[in-house]
């Protein structure tokens, strides 16, 4: 059983006058503790990468850069097809932006988690997660990478020696091998019913998937996203329910990671 687990959200996903989701950042950030800040590809933009990282800052928010797809259209949830080494660069590109935002703002990054359809593919493809983690080791050695356990991206991590939070999906159903079953549409799930989920996870290491079946899940941090639908009742469900069970909320520097 856990008692102490992080909560993390993606976070800055808007660009411009354009937004996405019910429930404005600077509500939630008071009630996470960690925040995955869109880098500009698949959305966000300066001007909100800017204030969504002072947000952060100011509520002792550990930041995390969110590289995804060059993608705005598709909101980073298509694949799109080039090298490893090509698909790197652009997180590169995106890591480096909430880098020197960070640092404006006098902190500094906690941990890189990539978006969407990137995310799902480091987690299947070996030679890519391989070449992020080299870069990882270079630039950022003690930031945390954010992934799924048992996917190639733990994988990778593992081998170099790169600090990693396992994430558990609050938000998102699994398939019974213990992958997110990937939507563009997750529509108003029940809060309630998530609460539930997200407490057995951290009593029993279990989740349900989509098939009925029951499958073991280990992870230091339970995600959300900030454009679900009721992103704001699922949050204060979530913590009013681990509250309840003893759980406690904190950075991930106080985590046991497995």
């Known amino acids: 059983m856990l008692d102490v687990v992080d909560i993390n959200c993606d976070m800055g996903e808007a660009f411009g006058r354009w937004h996405i989701g019910d429930t404005d950042d600077a509500t939630l950030m008071a009630l ?7 880098a500009g590809f698949h959305a966000g933009d300066p001007n909100l990468m800017d204030e969504t990282v002072r947000l952060a800052a100011e509520h002792g928010v550990g930041i995390g850069a969110h590289p995804g797809y060059r993608d705005l ?11 490893a080494r090509e698909l790197v660069n652009d997180i590169v590109y995106q890591v480096g932006a909430i880098r020197e935002f960070a640092r404006r703002h006098g902190t500094s990054l906690q941990h890189v988690k990539p978006h969407g359809a ?15 983690l080299q870069y990882m080791r270079t630039v950022a050695p003690t930031a945390f990478v954010f992934c799924m356990a048992g996917s190639e991206t733990d994988i990778a991590a593992r081998e170099v020696g790169q600090p990693i939070i396992r994430e558990f999906y609050a938000d998102r159903d699994y398939d019974d091998s213990g992958s997110i079953v990937f939507t563009r549409d997750a529509g108003r ?20 998937t989509v098939t009925g079946s029951d499958i073991e899940i280990a992870f230091e941090s339970i995600c959300f996203h900030s454009d679900t639908l009721g992103a ?27």
């Open 118 to 132: 990137l995310y799902m593919e480091m987690a299947v493809n070996r030679e890519l997660s391989q070449i992020f």
């Open 232 to 258: 704001l009742d699922i949050v204060r469900r979530m913590r009013e329910a681990l509250a309840a069970e003893g759980i406690r909320i904190a950075p991930v520097s106080q985590l046991k990671v497995g």
């Open 73 to 83: 259209q598709g909101f980073g949830r298509r694949k799109i097809a080039g090298t």
């Open 189 to 208: 799930p029940d809060p309630a019913a998530i609460a539930r989920k997200v407490v057995r996870a951290c009593k029993e290491g279990r989740v349900r």
């Open 32 to 38: 996470i503790s960690s925040a995955n800040i869109a």
